[in-house]
């Protein structure tokens, strides 16, 4: 069961992630984008998805990643990732409930490059039951 | 948006060519190391089947992802994308051996000076995967 508490709460994630060009390239290639100097819109999720293992399976939150399904998803882009940004990336619980006998997480992430905020996600997760 | 050289201009209602895409077990696995998602049900079709899926399905987030190609394709650029959003309402699945494929149209449902803002409808074997999927791009 995930932790109630951990609703309306905001985690860090842990240290600092470098974008290189060789991941953006990997990226790119698997949907056939060519322009590599930025990365592609959904690119973020490879480092939300990995701080938000991370964050929400930590035992005060207590979310079970081997039943997990990805509900939804919306990024909202301030400005297109490159290589050489370094990311904090925090996990902010915004909702809870329980549904069929789901958990239903819906969890935003914010990319800092410094002081500026690039992108914001949210994911719905489903814990299924 | 200016109508310039006979161009056609962007009004609401405007259809976008459709474009298929398509997944297979090669492309899932590309994805999975380029994603870092190694989720097994998006390659062990054992696994898949063992947690009651009918096969190995498709990352929910690789189908946006190539919806997401369609619409950089069309905005001029990955650059040009600020908002993006989907439902994964159904799963695609992906047989051994098989290409199947993702495809992809899009209605433009809103222009605002150079903001236009896109509905999308992604199918994969005539079964609609993403639902409530939008995008906002500045062109």
Redesign the interface.
């Given at each position: 069961m995930i932790n109630p508490d951990s609703v309306g709460r905001t985690f860090p994630g842990a240290g600092s992630v470098t974008v290189s060009q060789s991941?953006i390239d990997?990226?790119a290639?698997?949907?056939?984008?060519t322009?590599t100097?930025?990365?592609?819109?959904?690119f973020s999720?490879?480092i939300s998805?990995?701080q938000y293992e991370s964050i929400l399976t930590q035992p005060e939150i207590g979310v079970d990643w081997t039943r997990l399904?990805?509900?939804?998803?919306?990024?909202?882009?301030f400005r297109?990732i490159v290589a050489g940004d370094v990311f904090t990336c925090s996990a902010t619980i915004e909702t809870l409930r329980v549904a069929a006998g789901n958990e239903i997480i819906s969890v935003r992430s914010d990319l800092h490059n410094g002081a500026e905020l690039v992108v914001t996600s949210w994911s719905t997760l489903v814990v299924r039951g | 948006m200016v109508n310039i050289g006979g161009a056609r201009m962007t009004e609401v209602g405007m259809a976008l060519p459709e474009k298929v895409?398509y997944i297979d077990r090669a492309?899932l696995k590309?994805?999975a190391?380029?994603?870092?998602?190694e989720n097994p049900i998006h390659q062990n079709e054992e696994f898949a089947l063992s947690v009651g899926l009918p096969n190995v399905i498709s990352h929910?987030?690789?189908t946006?992802?190539?919806a997401?190609?369609y619409?950089?394709e069309w905005a001029g650029?990955?650059?040009n994308?600020?908002?993006?959003?989907?439902?994964?309402i159904k799963p695609v699945i992906v047989p051994a051996g098989e290409k199947v494929d993702l495809t992809v149209v899009a209605t433009v449902t809103e222009v605002d000076g150079n903001t236009v803002k896109l509905d999308i409808t992604a199918t994969s074997a005539g079964v609609k995967v993403l639902?409530?999927a939008k995008a906002v791009v500045v062109k």
């Open positions: 991941e990997a990226f290639a698997v949907i056939g984008e322009n100097s930025v990365a592609p819109p959904t999720i490879r998805l990995s399904v990805h509900g939804d998803q919306k990024f909202e882009i297109p | 895409f492309l590309a994805y190391g380029a994603s870092g998602d929910g987030m690789l946006m992802a190539l997401g190609k619409v950089t650029g990955s650059a994308v600020r908002e993006f959003s989907a439902r994964f639902g409530m």
